[in-house]
DNA sequence: CTGAAAGCGCTTACAG
DNA sequence: CTGAAAGCGCTTACAG
């Protein structure tokens, strides 16, 4: 003997029997489509109210084949992260550009190679998929074949014919080496995150190209490679470097990453070292961090919002299936002059 | 004229007719739930693997009334947030261990008084739901209405007979105190976050109990307020009251979290303040960040890690309707000793 | 061990 | 403007 029924517990018959229409009609009132007669629509509505009816959205993604659901699918290659100082700001703006279209968003991290995320997605019948950070060629062609529309954040390579949201890494490395050599520097020493990542390869490039163009040699054993691009690293590569760096005459350091860039500036201090009056200090990304350390951090800000933003956006197009939805522009990177190059 | 249906077109239907066998068949085998001869069994199989067939989690779980989706609400003051040092930890782990018991997860951040993402919820039937951070009455209310399973992580209120998980916060302020003092702390500066949220309110609680405990006094004007709890909050209050501050004749300072006390740190040390060994300072949570900061700062960790798993773990009995769950013990804190103490 | 039938809660043509 | 019917892709008793 129920009392009454809770929201959940309602379904659209209930809401029928008690105004006396059919469901086709209350169904009607919800969507807005179709007519349907002031005095009626009133009383459904309501109904609803008062009861706290919840329309079913699984039943109706059942029948409209649309879920309204996407799923976002973070990739690195140690630890599943959606914490993470720059992928999470990321996800921060599609969590709240998919909040205004309606669209609720599922979260999954994995490890580089594993296809059970994806799988998940598949099941659940995801309207589309957003894939962020490292990518296996596999898993793109999985999710292709299913036949979802997805595309990729930032992603660790370019994909043909796959829609890419990226920043302009190539130009940002140039700025870096812009803005360390308008200072006069010219023995810079460089730390680079591992160069099969897209972002990690382009920013170096642009930074070396920019040195070559305006004249200044990379002395031998100037760039060390970082296998990943962890604070932990910089630390690391900066401690064991220690005596060949400090031998190098060396007046600047630029990092592709922020987090190496951090990690390494930390070892530095901790021997004493005066950022920026001995050692100048760019990195790249702008992760809240960079703004708190101590010195801050100057670096190419990359505007990770609005690669959040767009991705939501585009990926609602491909969804609707609009015509000529055009590729994304990249994003330009700007620079933020903080303590650690003034 | 299809060539060939791709795996998310494709349903049981077609898989039976290939099979021939019926739908109810193929359920079975997919299901492992009730017998099957061998042969049908793997026929079934064997269709599946080579199709690529994929369930269709929708319908199932329109007839089985169960999802195997939840939500996760994070409710911020400010801004929306996944990222954040700290919650964005839980939410790893939320994460991890949900993906371990075959639940997908919506994430959703809302500010505080919005009902908004918690209906998103209901509409899409979760299993159910887990409520981080602050909370508002009204939220736990409706949510409640409706029944659905759901529980609380480092809440900002008790709610009776809401299952909350949280850390000894108290035990924690105790700790930060007892080190402190230990060392020869007498004058100790106190910044303490939002009273009206629970942690920041007990961490204060059990740091000046022990200090009254022991006989040392708290000098009048060495407790502050910080509004939110926030780096930039941490910064300024230091920056405001630094007369104040330097007169003081202080050598430590504890934060009720990391956050504030780096932001004072921060501040500190461009006035050329030597930590440790000028003002000793302990923070609270261990958030990465801490860590990293040079010097790194000595602090309380809370185990979020634990947090999210027993989140998820006590969820999945609560929507398994399982007897006899015990609220969960209160998570204890760690003292972890670092440059800023040392 | 297997199949036919009903039903989960909606939406969508199609009549009226 | 409104209702009856079919159907979305599954699962679950119930017969056989």
């Not at 309602?10 to 006396?20: D, H, N, Q, S, Y």
């Not at 330009?332 to 903080?338: A, E, F, H, Q, T």
Request: charged residues 20%.
């Amino acid at each position: 003997m129920q009392e009454r029924e809770c929201g959940m517990d309602l379904t659209i018959k209930e809401i029928a029997l008690r105004a006396g229409v059919s469901k086709s009609t209350v169904s009607r009132v919800i969507s807005g489509k179709g007519y349907s007669s002031l005095e009626v629509r009133d009383k459904v509505l309501q109904l609803i109210e008062e009861l706290q009816y919840k329309p079913n959205a699984v039943a109706r993604a059942m029948v409209s084949q649309r879920t309204y659901n996407i799923g976002v699918l973070i990739y690195r290659r140690h630890h599943p992260i959606a914490s993470h100082p720059f992928y999470g700001k990321i996800l921060d703006a599609i969590l709240m550009t998919a909040a205004s279209l309606n669209y609720s968003v599922f979260v999954t991290t994995d490890h580089e190679m594993s296809l059970r995320s994806a799988d998940f997605m598949m099941e659940k019948r995801v309207d589309g998929l957003i894939l962020i950070s490292r990518l296996q060629q596999n898993v793109i062609d999985y999710i292709t074949n299913f036949g979802v529309p997805y595309l990729m954040v930032n992603g660790s390579t370019e994909v043909d014919g796959v829609i890419h949201i990226v920043n302009q890494d190539e130009e940002g490395g140039r700025m870096a080496a812009e803005h360390l050599t308008d200072a006069g520097h010219r023995r810079i020493f460089v730390i680079a995150g591992p160069q099969t990542h897209r972002s990690h390869n382009l920013r170096l490039k642009g930074f070396t190209n920019y040195l070559a163009q305006i004249g200044v040699p990379i002395p031998p054993g100037a760039i060390r490679f970082a296998s990943t691009s962890t604070f932990g690293e910089g630390y690391e590569l900066m401690s064991s470097d220690w005596e060949q760096f400090s031998a190098g005459g060396y007046t600047a350091m630029f990092a592709t990453n922020d987090m190496i860039a951090l990690g390494a500036m930390k070892f530095m201090l901790e021997q004493s070292v005066r950022i920026p009056e001995q050692i100048a200090v760019v990195g790249f990304d702008d992760i809240d961090f960079a703004a708190m350390f101590s010195p801050s951090l100057t670096t190419i800000k990359v505007d990770t919002e609005e690669m959040g933003t767009q991705a939501i956006n585009l990926l609602d197009k491909l969804i609707r299936q609009e015509k000529n939805i055009e590729n994304p522009k990249q994003l330009m990177p700007k620079l933020i002059v903080r303590q650690s190059t003034k």
